[in-house]
């Protein structure tokens, strides 16, 4: 058995495809951008007013005090290096490098940027981007735009998120408000002045539905659970908010890497004589039972390639002709709009053409038969491509329409196949 994780697989096939020179140079610039969201850490930005707590923040989720929290720097990035060393943007747009990890010694060039490369392992995972700018709305705002350009996931550090910082959050992209994250920073003090609960209700009135989460955190407490020898005491952890923290953000770095993962699946579909190697199989696998690769989807194993599939029975050739019918009927109307060029339509089209997998589980459901194995194993197939879809429809990419129709399409190739067996 393989023990291969989906995430090598993808980025082999990916890698394998892109080097094939057979992709269109649209379809390559995707590829690129997809086998770069599997490979390289999620990039994490931290944003907000000044003294909101993001360099204690930044150091928590490091894993080590990084920045010293009585030194004055520019926008630090924070990423992975085998040995440790500071490069310096400097005024003039030079970059100097210094070896080694004191950032007390590059105050004398007043840098304006500032990249640390360390060999930690949270760092192998994500990046970090505190983001500095003066208190000043104007020069705020145009850190933020462009720090939203530079990160997957924010962390909006605030004590009240008052109306300066909602100005400022209401202009950031959606894509960045679905990942992005509301800390109520040094909850320790607002919970000692009986103010947390308040500051949570108020956060929550006004910010429920622009973050992903609202979370409060006592980053003191959070540091101060990690213990000399390693350990961590996790009662503390917890208690400060720290724990619900970690793991919101690995759930973010999981779920982004998946996303791309099935993604990928979805292109190296689209054109499979780009993998040298069969990676993928097809969206209904031609025999009963498949095996199922690390992703669930359906993958023949050796023993069942050998057998040949059973016939459909004549209840399941009308299935398959119905569900043709329907998605020919919608499939390429949405398939049109979809390639319109009108982006104001493409949330539509996607809600529509995830709404036609759902009417076709729905359907393959109440005409499954324990006496048609072939049809159970479409209906799972189209279960497997319904998920996908929804992936597709929260990644809100404007290239993810057209591939979520294009799979619909897919789908109702693979039934004409079997109608014609």
């Known amino acids: ?36 969201r599997i490979t390289k850490p999620v990039r994490l930005g931290l944003l907000g007013q000044p003294q909101t707590g993001k360099s204690l923040l930044l150091n928590l989720l490091a894993g080590t005090d990084v920045v010293p929290t009585d030194l004055r720097l520019p926008t630090l990035e924070l990423t992975y290096g085998a040995a440790p060393c500071i490069i310096c943007t400097l005024a003039d747009g030079t970059k100097t490098t210094v070896n080694g990890d004191d950032l007390r010694r590059i105050v004398a060039l007043a840098p304006v940027f500032v990249e640390m490369q360390l060999p930690l392992p949270a760092l192998r995972k994500i990046s970090l981007l505190e983001v500095v700018a003066p208190h000043d709305a104007a020069a705020l705002q145009r850190a933020s735009r462009w720090a939203a350009k530079r990160t997957d996931v924010v962390l ?24 992005g994250f509301l ?12 103010q947390l609960d ?19 955190i006592a980053t003191q407490d959070a540091i101060a659970a990690r213990r000399a020898d390693g350990s961590v005491d996790k009662d503390k952890m917890r208690d400060s908010g720290g724990l619900a923290l970690i793991t919101a953000v690995l759930k ?15 292109l190296l579909a689209q054109h499979p004589e780009t993998v040298a190697a069969p990676a993928l199989a097809p969206v209904i696998a031609p025999q009963a039972a498949p095996a199922r690769d690390d992703l669930g989807k359906a993958r023949p194993t050796e023993q069942a390639a ?17 569900a043709r019918d329907h998605i020919t009927e919608h499939g390429v109307a949405l398939l049109q709009l979809a390639q319109s060029g009108d982006r104001d339509m493409h949330a539509k089209v996607m809600a529509q053409t995830v709404e036609q997998f759902l009417w076709l589980c729905d359907y393959l459901s109440c005409n499954d ?8 194993n479409v209906r799972a197939t189209v279960l497997d491509a319904a998920d996908l879809a929804q992936l597709m429809q929260m990644e809100r990419r404007d290239s993810a329409v057209i591939e979520a129709v294009s799979l619909l399409l897919q789908v109702k190739r693979e039934l004409q196949v079997h109608i014609a067996a």
């Not at 308040?198 to 409060?216: C, K, P, S, Y």
């Not at 050998?306 to 119905?322: C, E, K, L, M």
Request: aromatic letters at 4%; glycine letters at 4%.
């Open 1 to 36: 058995m393989s023990t291969q994780s989906p995430f090598t697989r993808v980025q082999q096939d990916l890698t394998r495809a892109m080097a094939s020179g057979r992709l269109p140079a649209q379809v390559q610039s995707r590829a690129e951008t997809l086998l770069d």
């Open 156 to 179: 909006w550090c605030s004590q009240s998120f008052d109306a300066h910082d909602q100005r400022i959050w209401t202009q950031m992209p959606d894509l960045i408000k679905d990942h």
């Open 183 to 194: 800390m109520i920073t040094k909850a320790d003090i607002l919970r000692a002045k009986g």
């Open 198 to 216: 308040g500051v949570l209700a108020r956060a929550a009135a006004v910010a429920r539905d622009d973050f992903n989460q609202i979370l409060a």
């Open 252 to 266: 973010q770095v999981e779920s982004g890497k998946q996303s791309a993962v099935d993604a990928a699946d979805m």
């Open 306 to 322: 050998t057998r040949p599939a059973p016939p459909p029975t004549s209840a399941g050739i009308a299935a398959y002709q119905t």
């Open 369 to 376: 038969s324990d006496s048609d194995p072939l049809l159970q």
